[in-house]
């Protein structure tokens, strides 16, 4: 018991004194990987403390990754490295290089004793909940990036509501949890507002939704666009058995559908921005110059990075949206 120290009256609680001890003893050499750590109730008889006092200690300690549990015989040194404050479980959808920009931004703002763990769910619902599952009680955060999957909200919930931030989408459901988020509803809207006169000249507006990967709002804001203004528009679940019409504007959410449509357009000696439009979403430096110019409406992900960063450095507990910008160029 001689690893833990307990003093009254000094100002620091009593549960980060014990983690401070048993960091002190890790460091000094006293505690090694794998050995055992006092039980919870022979520190509480030791120093007159309650059963939560110790087990609050212990699951931060669990938590930073530093100690581990086995049920029915105690808690174990994990890792002697003391110096990680925060150790984050960060869950994607996809790896893409808009993720990727988030990813960089964040652990460029994070700091150095931070660890982040990425995993993927890549859409697939029983995969994300047996990471949720598997997860719980290891991590300081979780960073969760829900997407549009269903029958995932209560596998959410059973995380502690102060350790979640959800990513990229949130929605009613998830409204007791931090977020930083795009409106993904109100960001198309608005970016075709921006050149309704430009979007006069095509005969119809076509938005190619698989709805798999894209966010329902985006489809959604187009259909709402659409009928307030009196475009004629079409949604298309896919392009690869179709050819594009001349004078339409092809509205295009996914990358993989924008090879297609801009090798279609080639194949058939169109002229992009002349012969057929394409606004295409979330910004990449390839779009600056591929085609003579894409345009694009996208939200700024580095940005995104930095704030969640924020929110976990400075418990920010608010919902706050990513604004969205339409940038022009000669595709449309």
């Known amino acids: 018991m001689n690893i833990i120290s307990i003093q009254n009256n000094i100002g620091l609680p009593k549960y980060k004194q014990i983690i401070l001890s048993i960091e002190k003893a ?26 939560d006092t110790v087990l609050l200690a212990y699951d931060e300690l669990k938590k930073r990754g530093i100690i581990y549990a086995i049920p029915g015989k105690g808690y174990y040194v ?19 290089i808009f993720k990727e920009d988030i990813y960089n931004s964040f652990l460029k703002h994070i700091g150095k004793n931070v660890q982040v763990d990425i995993f993927f769910h890549h859409f697939n619902v029983p995969v994300f909940k047996k990471l949720l599952n598997d997860s719980h009680g290891n991590y300081t955060k979780y ?29 009613s459901d998830l409204k007791m949890f931090p977020a930083i988020y795009q409106n993904h509803q109100k960001d198309i809207y608005e970016g075709l507002l921006k050149v309704k006169k430009r979007l006069a000249k095509y005969k119809k507006l076509i938005l190619i939704f698989s709805g798999f990967r894209e966010p329902l709002g985006m489809k959604l804001g187009f259909e709402t666009f659409c009928k307030d203004y009196n475009f004629d528009c079409e ?14 504007l092809y509205i295009i959410p996914n990358d993989r559908d924008l090879l ?3 090798e279609n357009g080639i194949n058939r000696n ?27 409406i996208s939200t700024n992900f580095e940005l995104m990075g930095k704030i969640l960063a924020d929110m976990v450095l400075k418990g920010i507990k608010e919902q706050i949206e990513n604004k969205s910008a339409l940038i022009l160029r000669n595709s449309l």
């Open 26 to 51: 890790i460091e000094d050499g006293k505690l090694e990987k794998g050995d055992r750590l006092p039980s919870v109730n022979k520190v509480c008889l030791a120093f007159t403390l309650s059963r």
């Open 78 to 96: 994990k890792s002697t490295e003391t110096t990680i404050t925060q150790k984050i479980f960060l869950l994607f959808d996809e790896l893409n």
């Open 143 to 171: 960073i969760i990036m829900p997407t549009n999957l269903n029958d995932i909200v209560d596998s959410i919930k059973t995380l502690p509501v102060n350790d979640v931030i959800i990513l990229d989408q949130t929605n």
């Open 235 to 248: 949604i298309l679940t896919d392009f690869s058995s179709q050819s594009i019409t001349l004078g339409n």
């Open 260 to 262: 297609l449509v801009i």
């Open 270 to 296: 169109l002229q992009l921005g002349e012969d057929f439009g394409i606004l295409s979403y979330n910004e990449t430096a390839l779009k600056k110059i591929a085609a003579n110019g894409i345009t694009t």
